[in-house]
Every structure is written in structure tokens, then in C-alpha cells.
């Protein structure tokens, strides 16, 4: 389709290939999980059944991207290994790792109930997430032990604290308790005051828990003798090891054994560059508009299977908005977004600190908040019609350098709007006439935005600029001063009152900046 002048500002969107021979992991990790498992009164320190729904989503992000041949998590995190050879996504760090954590948020809000049928989610679950390179096999086996070695620091910990609580101490006594203590005087703690061998906990606490993907025989139906039909399939198995890391326990793996290699030695000591490694995150430029970006991944199938009204539907263009004011109402730091058919984009601050301006931090954040909020809110907007299956979001972020190329790169984003909604109205109107799709097609190729206008007006009696506002511009969503916001009280400034809403004016234009000019200040 047509270009437009202010596609210049592509050229600022940066490349981040993961480069073989480098493995590539992803690992995402709640956000605030202490509050959300107490708004959920998730048993502590263990919940089976919140682990267990951690492990469900899991396998499921296992079952949808066949590239990823091993995870392993515990309590509210779980790290996603890709087969060596992997190309997926031609190895883009932040398509890969902002799909999974929108993928896995997305299911954990739609398998909520098979886990919790008698409690509500209460409010969307974001994780963090980033993408870990893995230089040899050697670095990923340290990885491995690294991450099975703090699930067992952690896991001892907090079954200490939690029995501590449990038996009156407050929650700072307890801490003293436990301050300086080493393994074994846990261990001893653990069993001399509450009788508990720590060894016989279950191992799914102490060990944490892997899947990968096994070939198994499955009865798909049954023939008219009623004997069963089989056929190979592959299925995500869990199990649970003490050595993760080990030779015993890897090596015996045929599967992994061809997607990623054998591990030659065991490791004796996990070394403390890597560990700075799997820690290391890229910070964004300071001083720069930072742009989050998200787009429904394949929407033209969720939208056909769904079966959204043609060219646009309502309630599916007014859930996506109600999901970007949820995140506006989250995260303070977000000035301003924008969004049309499946995309968003969030606007941070130029002098935003949010996660100090770690990218993978920030686009996860906002692009798993913002898959939960969908799950979540998708029967206030069709409350006839089920959600077949979990949608997935990839995000990007993008830094511009000044407030010109900002609003350069928003109306991009609204003339991509208004091109390609004139387009589709035309086309849809042509189809619903009685054309085929290709008909359609040829008969709009080449031809300008008046006649298109004029095909509407002649043929169908549609005036362009009568259709309703958010299909033509698209929907901008940001936070309204309130009148009184600027009332010193007390001599103190308090919280400035404001309402998050939702508009749909021309962004393109100075008349918007120069009416709300608050937003970009
Ligand atoms: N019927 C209908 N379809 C919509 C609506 N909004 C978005 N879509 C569909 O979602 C697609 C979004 O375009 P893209 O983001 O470029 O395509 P995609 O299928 O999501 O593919 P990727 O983003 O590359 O994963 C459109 O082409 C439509 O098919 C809507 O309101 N109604
Ligand atoms: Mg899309
Ligand atoms: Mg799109």
C-alpha cells in the first residue's frame, strides 16, 4: 500500500538477531507475585495449585512453539531453551521473547479457572522477561544450575519463614531468625522445631520442575471393530530431578541430546561471569521518547475464527482499548498511546526511569499485562462469544530522539490507519456486493484515496468521512487534568487528580498537541 512521508521512522527501530552459535533462552518471572498471590490467598510457601498452573502454561508454551526443546521453572519463573539450530522469528530477541511472556500471560489467564474454579482472577499477571545467549552448551548447563541452585535457596528460605510465621513470629522475627543462617542450620531449624525433614518435602518444591517434549503414543479414534487408531504425537512431559545440570540427568535425554548436545563434564562450581552474564540487561539511550509497540500475532486468523465484523468490529477495536487504559492505569510512566486494529503503541517519558530503561523489562511488562487484561476482559465485550484459544502480542520498543520524530512516528501509525481502513472499507463493501476477494482487489489496485472516496459515494452511498471516528483515526488513550488538579492544598501539591480516557481526533495535526499540551511537555 501507499507510503507515507513519514515512514522515515522505521529506520529507528534497531536490530537485535541473536547470532549463532549462540542458544538462545527466554526466562520470564512474575511481576510483583507477592501481591498477587496474597490478593489470591495462594498458600504459602507453596502453592500446589498455582505451580501447577505455572507448569500448565508452560507445557503449553512448549506445544506452540515446536523451537523450544527444554524449560525448567519454579515457584513464579520458568526459562525457555530453544533447540540450537533454531529460526524462529529469524532469532530476534525482542519478537521472540515478548511473543512467549504474551503467549504464557495470555494462557494463564484463560486456564485461571480449570485451576481456580472458585476464585476470581482478580487482576491482570504481567511478567518480566529477557532473552539469555548462551555462547556454549557449557554456559547453559551453568545457567541450569544456577537457576535449580537458587530454587533450592529460595524454597529452603521460605519454608523456614513460612513454618517461623506459621508458629507466631511476626514476619520481621521471623527475618531476624533466619538472618545468617546457612543450609544446614535451616535444615536443623527445620527439624528440630517443626519436625520436618526437609528431604521429604515434595520435590516439585525443592527441585523445581522441567518439560520438554516427548514422542508418545496417542489414541486418536477408534475404527469400526472398535479397535483403537495410534499415532505418534509429541507431548510435553514433566519431570522432576535433583540435578538438572548433571550429566545423569541430561545425557539421558535422546531428545535434548540431538536439539542441543551433551554436557561433557559436571560442574563443580557455577562461574561468577556468567552468573554476571545471565544478568546482564541493555539500557535504553537516556533522554530519548521511548515507544512500546505491540501487534496481535496472525489477528487475521484470531479475527476469523472469532468471527469479527468486517472490516472493523466494535467491541474487538473497543476491548483493545479498554485493555491500553488498564495499562495507562498501571504504569504512571506511560504518557500516551495510540492504537488501530491489533497494534498499540505506549509512549514512555523521555525522562522516564521505568525499569531503567531495561527494554526487555519494559515491552514485557506491558505486553503481558496488557495479553492478561485481554483474556480477562474479552466476555465484558463479547459475552456471547467464547475465546477459542489465547492470543499472543509481539512488542518492540523504539527510541526517538526528539518530540518532532515522535509525532512523526504517532502519525505514521494514524496514516497507516486511514490508508489501509479506506482501503478495506472499499474492499469489504466490493465483496459484500457479490465480488470475489481477487476481483476486489484488482478493481482497487492503483487507485487514489478520492476515488476510492468516490467509489464509496457512487456505488454504495457511503460518505468516508461519516464513518464512525475510530475506525477512520484510529484511538488515542491518555490521562484528562482534572479541573481542580492544580489546587495546592495545604501549601502541599497533592496527588494530581486524573482520569485516563479514551479520544479519537487527528493526532497529525498541531491542534491536538497544542489543546492537550500536558501530554508531550
Ligand atoms: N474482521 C476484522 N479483522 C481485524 C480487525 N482488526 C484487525 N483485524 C485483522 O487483524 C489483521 C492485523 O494485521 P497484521 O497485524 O498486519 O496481521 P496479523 O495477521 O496479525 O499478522 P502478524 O501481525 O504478522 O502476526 C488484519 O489484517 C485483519 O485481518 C477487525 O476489527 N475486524
Ligand atoms: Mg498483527
Ligand atoms: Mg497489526
Known amino acids: 500500500m501507499a507510503n507515507s512521508k513519514y515512514e522515515y521512522v522505521k529506520s529507528f527501530e534497531v536490530e537485535d538477531e541473536v547470532m549463532p552459535p ?5 526466562r520470564i518471572e512474575a511481576f510483583n507475585f507477592d501481591g498477587f498471590s496474597d490478593i489470591h490467598d495462594f498458600e504459602k510457601p507453596n502453592d500446589e495449585k498455582a505451580l501447577a498452573l505455572m507448569s500448565s502454561c508452560a507445557a503449553a508454551v512448549l506445544e506452540e512453539y515446536p523451537d ?3 524449560s525448567y521453572g519454579f515457584n513464579d519463573e520458568y526459562s525457555f531453551v530453544f533447540k540450537r539450530k533454531t529460526k524462529f ?3 530476534r530477541a525482542s519478537k521472540i521473547m515478548s511473543l512467549i511472556v504474551s503467549f504464557f500471560s495470555s494462557v494463564y489467564a484463560t486456564k485461571w479457572k ?6 476470581e482472577m482478580k487482576c491482570p499477571l504481567s511478567f518480566l522477561a529477557r532473552v539469555l545467549c548462551c555462547a556454549s552448551l557449557e554456559v547453559l548447563q551453568a545457567y541450569l544450575a544456577w537457576r535449580q541452585n537458587e530454587c533450592h535457596i529460595r524454597n529452603l528460605h521460605n519454608t523456614c519463614l513460612w513454618m517461623l510465621i506459621k508458629s507466631g513470629k511476626s514476619a520481621k522475627e521471623a527475618v531476624e531468625v533466619l538472618q545468617g543462617t546457612q543450609k544446614q542450620e535451616k535444615n536443623e531449624l527445620l527439624f528440630q522445631q517443626f519436625g520436618i525433614n526437609y528431604r521429604m518435602l515434595p520435590e516439585m518444591f525443592r527441585q523445581g520442575s522441567c518439560i520438554f517434549m516427548t514422542q508418545a503414543e496417542d489414541v486418536v479414534k477408534y475404527n469400526e471393530h472398535g479397535v483403537p487408531v495410534k499415532r505418534m504425537r509429541r507431548k510435553p512431559m514433566m519431570i522432576h530431578d535433583e540435578h538438572i545440570a548433571g550429566r545423569n540427568f541430561w545425557n539421558g535425554q535422546q531428545y535434548l541430546l540431538m536439539e542441543l548436545g551433551a554436557f561433557e563434564n559436571d560442574i563443580k562450581k557455577i562461574k561468577a561471569e556468567y552468573v554476571r552474564s545471565f544478568l546482564f540487561e541493555n539500557k535504553l539511550m537516556p533522554s530519548t521518547w521511548i515507544v512500546i509497540r505491540i501487534d496481535g500475532c496472525h489477528f487475521h486468523r484470531f479475527s476469523e475464527v472469532h468471527e469479527f465484523e468486517k472490516p472493523n468490529d466494535q467491541q474487538a477495536l473497543n476491548l483493545m482499548n479498554s485493555c491500553a487504559v488498564a495499562v495507562l492505569e498501571e504504569f504512571k510512566d506511560i504518557v500516551f498511546s495510540y492504537g488501530v486494529s491489533d497494534e498499540y503503541s505506549f ?9 531503567q530503561r531495561q527494554a526487555s523489562q519494559i515491552v514485557s511488562v506491558i505486553v503481558s499485562f496488557f495479553s492478561s487484561a485481554y483474556v480477562m476482559k474479552w466476555k465484558d465485550f463479547f459475552p456471547f462469544k467464547e475465546l477459542k484459544y489465547s492470543p499472543s502480542f509481539d512488542g518492540r520498543t523504539v527510541c526517538y530522539p526528539s518530540t518532532e520524530i515522535l509525532r512523526d512516528y504517532l502519525a505514521w501509525r494514524q496514516v497507516d490507519c486511514h490508508i489501509n481502513n479506506q482501503y478495506n472499507t472499499c474492499f469489504w463493501m466490493l465483496v ?3 465480488k470475489s476477494k481477487s476481483e476486489a482487489q484488482s478493481y482497487l489496485k492503483g487507485t487514489q484515496a478520492r476515488e476510492k472516496n468516490e467509489l464509496l459515494i457512487r456505488q454504495f452511498n457511503i460518505n468516508y468521512d461519516t ?5 477512520r483515526r484510529g484511538s488515542s488513550v491518555f490521562r484528562m487534568k482534572g479541573e481542580d488538579s492544580m489546587m495546592p492544598e495545604n501549601g502541599r ?12 481526533s487527528n493526532i497529525i495535526e498541531d491542534s491536538f498537541w497544542k489543546e492537550h499540551p500536558s501530554i508531550l511537555s
Open 467 to 471: 464513518l464512525p471516528e475510530m475506525f
Open 493 to 504: 501539591l497533592e496527588e494530581v487528580k486524573q482520569k485516563v480516557i479514551i479520544d479519537h
Open 89 to 91: 522469528y529469524q532469532r
Open 347 to 355: 509512549v514512555l517519558n523521555k525522562d522516564s526511569k521505568f525499569y
Open 68 to 70: 523450544i526443546v527444554f
Open 22 to 26: 549462540n542458544l538462545i533462552i527466554v
Open 432 to 434: 459484500k456486493s457479490g
Open 114 to 119: 480449570e485451576f481456580f474454579p472458585h476464585k
